[in-house]
């Protein structure tokens, strides 16, 4: 299967390191660094996942999963800091460290509950 990651953060240097990160495991991945832009591929592109980085505020990942409802049903997941709440609408939720490892584990079991394309 053949998975296409939409990677959203407001910081260059840490998309570029998830792509790297997300390509070493073969999967696809496209980056946007502002939420409207986001939004617009998400009208445009079919992604499998779309992760969404901590370091945007809460309420402005709420107001992009519920705009992304209104045009896709794709799965996000809200990367969180410890001790955040968990963000509303978002399908999966998981306390952002610095190990890449605990990432990609997470977007593997999301993936495979995914129903086969």
Known sequence: MEVHILSVSYDRGLLKRRE???RS????VTSAIRLE???HLCRTQ???LVIISRFIPKSKK???I???RSVSTTPVL???GPGDDTVSGADHSLVARDKAVTLVDTVKKILLKL???
């Open 37 to 39: 832009e986001a939004l």
């Open 115 to 117: 129903p086969a394309a």
């Open 78 to 80: 809200a990367l969180i």
């Open 25 to 28: 495991q073969g999967w696809q």
């Open 66 to 68: 519920k705009a992304l």
């Open 46 to 48: 079919v992604f499998d």
């Open 20 to 22: 790297n990160l997300f």
């Open 62 to 64: 709420e107001r992009f």
